[in-house]
């Protein structure tokens, strides 16, 4: 007899069950914004105390730069690019109101975020991984992106009036409620 389809049938109900467990958490974890964004703060802080100690592993923190940076880009860009599909956002009082979408919603930000910070974290315990670079050519190098990245990100915000963020936003539906005199 060949033993090999209990051994995938127990490796995938395992599996099964892990994905499961996760995916509880995560659900559990989805309204609780602030902690979740708290927790990725603490394991980014434990992942850059670990490369400061370690005194290196640059290359493994600049492609977890690079690719945060992309999940940045993600979260502030629409989903819909008012270039090639018009203005989605009305540009005069009588037109409908249209709210802003992202291309990459926050939970999912967060949690892609929090993968690759903990991925980073997990590579800094192989030394395969440090490889020797100048540092500060790659912070230098990711900082001339960054800003050039966002200078275009911004110009596009400010061509196309649409704001990612929503603070400062009129809110509706908050404050005193009026009472008929009747």
Known sequence: MDSTPYADNAVTRMSAKFNQRVQYWLDKSSPHTTARWASLVIALLCYVARVWFLRGFYIVSYGLGIYNLNLLLGFITPQFDPESEGPELPTKADEEFRPFVRRLPEFKFWYASIKSVLIGT???????????????????????????????????????????????KKRYGKGPVVKDSK
């Open 122 to 168: 997990a590579m800094t315990f192989f030394s395969v991984f440090d490889v020797p670079v100048f540092w500060p050519i790659l912070l230098l190098y990711w900082f001339v992106l960054f800003f050039v990245t966002m200078k275009r990100q911004i110009r596009h915000m400010i061509k196309y009036r649409y704001v990612p963020f929503s603070f400062g």
